[in-house]
């Protein structure tokens, strides 16, 4: 009789994922899990691609045609680009290292971390809803998607110090010898600047970040756990996701980059700056840098999401 009802739950089991995990059941960690894996994973991704971020940031700052190897790297190192020596220039990519750690560790924190809470109350209180709606297992994964927009607006409230990190990457004149506090006394709600177009931004972005690694782990893998899917294809998941988060938030973080690296006291608006982008530089100008986003910014969101999503399983089963 043992072998007949071990085979009958595994009958039971490959059933159940063929039809769809429900958005009801999800996977829960604990507070301290989500916090410590999330941490970890934006401490990681800081310390090794905070370069690749100031040149992704410089190039869609620029607002010129590159036709040559020495315009690249004026581009790239801007005011040291004649410095000599390679390692020396390299170093001039770190600046503001200090926004960039408080923003990053903060944001992945907010995001990775946050993000399953917000799930877990969608399923609470919406997971039947999510599948009625658009049926067992897409249910689940439209959920995780929805989750993660809902966290991706909310990341404007550390908007500040994303603005002040961009700003000191890509127009360190701006600062003009003035610290932080004073910046913040003299700018105030000024460096909320952008703040709707970021939301606009992060929507979407986030959406396909969160929506395509959960469709990678539900159709590719056919997990109806998440947090049991291995290294591996939790990598693959968290290439599906950065890429496709990349793809469709690319025009938006253009014009948010524009608005944020402006002098403080410039105030051009995001409309004035798509009309502009669209008659003076060409549709082309709305993907500016997303090859270099691709194939630099997203193995820094692939790493870092990829980390977040081994981690906070494997905190949560240690803690």
Do not use: C
């Not at 507070?31 to 401490?43: F, K, N, V």
């Not at 800081?46 to 690249?72: C, E, G, W």
């Not at 790239?76 to 560790?105: E, N």
């Not at 690319?250 to 948010?256: C, G």
């Amino acid at each position: 009789m043992a072998p007949q009802t071990e085979v009958g739950a595994k009958a039971a089991k490959v059933a159940a994922v063929a039809a769809g995990a429900s958005a009801k059941h999800v996977e829960r960690e604990s507070a301290s899990a989500r916090l410590l894996g999330a941490g970890s994973a934006g401490i990681a991704e800081l310390l090794v691609f905070h370069p690749v971020d100031t040149i992704a940031k410089r190039l869609m700052s620029n607002q010129n045609r590159i036709t040559s190897a020495s315009q690249l790297n004026s581009v790239i190192f801007k005011s040291h680009a004649a410095d000599p020596g390679f390692v020396r220039r390299f170093f001039t990519l770190f600046p503001g290292l200090g926004y960039a750690a408080a923003y990053k560790i903060l944001q992945r924190i907010y995001k990775y971390g946050g993000q399953p809470f917000v799930r877990d109350y969608l399923s609470t209180h919406h997971g039947g809803a999510f599948d009625a709606t658009f049926g067992k297992g897409n249910g689940k994964a439209m959920m995780h998607a929805t989750a993660g927009s809902m966290i991706g607006v909310g990341e404007i409230v550390l908007l500040p110090l994303d603005v002040l990190k961009i700003k000191r990457q890509t127009n360190p004149e701006a600062f003009r010898g003035r610290g932080v506090l004073r910046i913040v006394g003299d700018e105030g709600f000024g460096l909320y600047r952008g703040a709707s177009w970021t939301a606009a931004r992060n929507a979407p972005g986030s959406f396909a970040l969160f929506g395509g690694s959960a469709a990678a782990k539900q159709y590719l893998f056919k997990l109806e756990d998440y947090n049991s899917a291995s290294w591996f294809q939790n990598f693959v998941a968290s290439i599906a996701g950065s890429s496709a988060s990349l793809i469709v938030s690319a025009p938006l973080d253009v014009v948010k980059t524009r608005i944020q690296n402006q002098n403080f006291e410039v105030k051009e608006s995001g409309m004035k700056i798509i009309a502009r982008m669209a008659r003076v530089e060409g549709p082309a100008s709305f993907f500016k840098g997303l090859v270099p986003k691709l194939l630099m910014t997203g193995p820094k969101l692939t790493f870092s999401f990829w980390l977040a999503q081994t981690l906070i399983p494997a905190f949560n089963k240690v803690l």
